[in-house]
């Protein structure tokens, strides 16, 4: 099974906070508000709420690829 | 743009209309649910606008950045006769659009992140735990909106700020003066009194820098050439001011309404208060309090599932409506403590009722939280709560979009 990994644009991020709420093992906030990834590849029992937390984040700032991104 | 010609228009559904329940949308606006995602409404002014009631439009259009939120354009729709006054025109966080938006949404975002708003939570949980002692005291009956409703997020939003809770009286009140005005005048004559009165704050606040709250903060990094000048911070503070309490006060107190009209999912929430948080973003979703997730105008020509919303053309999201698609939402009118039960733990999120895009609501955060703890405060500090007078005889509001109830008589 691929390794699915995602990343966050702080530049995008509106810190609704929606994706430490649904998956607070993968995202954060920093003491600015802005969204923070601690765990960029996924681990396979995650990717659905991450899936989730990508689709709720409502400026779209959240990306899930197959491979480690450079943001 | 549209021409604002009434005898074109007149054969439209005539927006908004009132509800004939207090949790579930109008009537006529579920008749048009079950039409298809898009509508053509008549405004007050004799124009018409797109009423979107579809989940998935709502998104995608919430989200467009050619969709501009800028309330001072010519062509943006003023959905109310209210939201004609001057004073709403240029209404910071909801009415601007980037980059002045992004500049405001960052000056604002570590005071309301979900860290700083979880951090907060003990203390609003002893402000409602002594609220509810005090109405234990007096006895009953109470009207729950001005001895809990209210009080709650007031002093919570005065407290963030920064703005005295002595004048919650005058604050509550040209608010509700404000968003409740038939018309543009009372709406105008309303917001300049909160607009003086914030202006004196915050030359105090520039009198006497280091003070506690949000605007103390801001005042002092006031930069007439820069990010913010004190005219912007002015419509923040109003902007927040406003928001920071109505809504969510009027969403405890239906929210008490609906919890009591439904002892089974009352009795469930009892039953596991794990279940909290999803029975607050069920009741969100439900109430849809301001019944509306965004008011936008178009600035391109934009072509969305067949119909084709041109430049100029207003556009409306009803929150109740997109919020009750049977597409994400199963048994969409019904409350559902558990909805999320079973499927994804987020899927009960997915309702519009903070809006969608860059505009979604800063203070979902803190609302979420503050409804998290007027519910499970109030029901077990009082028990055998009921309402004080039947559902049907409740002083509902009417004649907008935002959903409330004047009072709230409640016994036990």
Partial sequence: MTAVWVSADQERCISGGRCMAATSEVFDQNEDGLVVVLTPQVAPELEDRVRKAAYLCPSRAIRIGDGPSEG | ?412
């Fill in chain 2, 1 to 412: 743009m549209n021409a604002p010609t009434t005898t074109a228009n007149e054969d439209l559904f005539a927006y908004p209309q009132d509800r004939a329940c207090p949790w579930q949308p109008s009537p006529g606006y579920q008749d048009l649910g079950r039409q298809g995602p898009l509508h053509r409404v008549r405004l007050w002014d004799g124009r018409w606008i797109w009423m979107v009631t579809g989940h998935s439009q709502a998104r995608r259009l919430l989200a467009d950045p050619r969709m501009s939120a800028d309330r001072s354009r010519d062509d943006f729709p003023a959905v109310l006769p209210r939201l004609d006054a001057p004073i709403f025109k240029p209404i910071a966080i909801i009415g601007f659009d980037p980059p002045v938006h992004d500049v405001h949404r960052r000056l604002l975002a570590p005071d309301f992140s979900l860290k700083q708003v979880r951090a907060m939570r003990p203390h609003v949980e002893d402000l409602a735990r002594r609220l509810v002692a005090d109405m234990l005291r007096a006895g009953p009956p109470v009207d729950l909106v001005e001895a809990y409703a209210l009080p709650i997020p007031s002093m919570v939003i005065s407290e963030l700020l920064g703005v005295p809770y002595d004048d919650h009286e005058f604050f509550e009140a040209k608010t509700v003066g404000l968003l409740q005005a038939k018309s543009a005048e009372d709406a105008e004559r309303a917001g300049r009194e909160l607009w003086d009165y914030l202006d004196g704050l915050i030359t105090r606040k520039e009198r006497e820098p280091g003070g506690a709250g949000v605007l103390s903060r801001l005042a002092g990094e006031v930069d007439e050439d820069g990010d913010l000048t004190r005219e912007d911070l002015l419509r923040i503070a109003l902007a927040l001011l406003i928001g920071g309490h109505d809504t969510t006060s009027q969403m405890i107190a239906l929210g008490v309404v609906t919890l009591l009209e439904h002892p089974e999912q009352l009795a469930a929430l009892r039953a596991d208060p794990g279940v909290l948080p999803a029975a607050v973003d069920e009741l969100l979703r439900l109430v849809s309090i301001t019944d509306v997730s965004g008011v936008r105008v178009a600035t391109e020509d934009i072509e969305i599932d067949g119909e084709v919303i041109r430049a100029g053309d207003g556009v409306l999201v009803s929150s109740s409506m997109t919020n009750r698609d049977p597409a994400v939402f199963p048994r969409p009118y019904e409350f559902d403590v558990h909805r999320t039960r079973g499927g994804n733990a987020a899927s009960g999120r997915q309702h519009l009722t903070f809006g969608f895009g860059i505009h979604q609501c800063l203070g979902q955060n803190l609302a979420r939280m503050e409804l998290e703890v007027a519910f499970s405060v109030l029901f077990e500090g009082i028990p055998d709560l009921r309402l004080g007078v039947p559902l049907e005889a409740l002083p509902t509001r009417s004649g907008g979009t935002m959903q409330g109830v004047h009072t709230l008589p409640i016994e036990w």
